[in-house]
């Protein structure tokens, strides 16, 4: 069965300082790949996706940035945080065609980072 | 512009009770829609899903009802339970949007014993 790794749980990082965040997923190949931010009590926003390894779409314009350096792995960092980029951040898979117009299959989020900027 | 709201932000049921949670979308070229739960701390977990082909899917206890002509979504929890307590969000996908899922805002479920 395929199963989502995100970490850390938990963050708090001073503004200006550099971040991480990491996302692999297991039993898969190809997959989707997406980050999310959901801020307090709000629905979630979709930052990046990507399709394959290398390729990031963006969603919004943005203090962050994501890659894909492999198949099932995924990254989103930022090299100077801002107090704006406080959220709760998630990564998501979806199996490979959903961009090809198989839309038909969830997304399937791991549980999130926690992250805080002080 | 595009959206997918809910109409209620919180809602409140005794155990055993029954437990519909509504959604809005305005798109109607919207294909594909998905129910998450998303408990405290956690990602959301897919519940039930439904294409636009379709009016009704069940699951287990629950049943995911889709009105195109008026452009609502609901989801109905048989039996709610307390571990039913959660934020309940609905999505929606849509051809052109590629893979990308529009998210409503959430609807908090607090189930009473």
């Known amino acids: 069965s395929q199963t989502i790794h995100q970490w850390p749980a938990t963050l708090v990082q001073p503004v200006g300082s550099p971040l991480s965040l990491e996302c692999t997923v297991e039993?898969?190949?190809?997959?989707?790949l997406y980050w999310y931010r959901q801020a307090a009590g709000r629905g979630l926003q979709l930052l990046f996706y990507?399709?394959?390894?290398?390729?990031i779409s963006s969603e919004v314009p943005q203090n962050l940035s994501a890659s894909r350096p492999q198949d099932r792995q995924y990254i989103l960092s930022s090299k100077k945080l801002l107090l704006s980029d406080s959220g709760f951040y998630l990564c998501?898979?979806?199996?490979?065609?959903?961009?090809?117009?198989?839309?038909?299959?969830?997304?399937?989020f791991g549980n999130g980072t926690r992250l805080t900027v002080t | 512009g595009e959206s997918v709201g809910l109409h209620l932000p919180t809602l409140s049921v005794q155990e055993g009770d029954n437990s519909i949670i509504n959604c809005a979308y305005s798109?109607?070229?919207?294909?594909?829609f998905i129910w998450y739960k998303q408990e405290s701390g956690k990602g959301p977990q897919f519940i039930i899903d439904?294409?636009?082909?379709?009016d009704k899917r069940q699951g287990q206890r629950v049943t995911v009802l889709l009105n195109k002509t008026v452009k609502h979504l609901s989801l109905q929890i048989a039996a709610t339970q307390p571990g039913d307590s959660a934020v309940y969000f609905c999505a929606e996908m849509r051809e052109t949007s590629g893979s990308r899922l529009t998210f409503g805002e959430g609807t908090q479920l607090t189930v009473n014993p």
């Open positions: 990507s399709v394959g390894i290398g390729q």
């Open positions: 998501a898979w979806s199996p490979a065609g959903v961009a090809q117009g198989v839309y038909n299959s969830p997304l399937h």
């Open positions: 798109n109607s070229a919207s294909d594909y």
């Open positions: 439904i294409r636009s082909n379709m």
């Open positions: 039993g898969t190949s190809n997959p989707n």
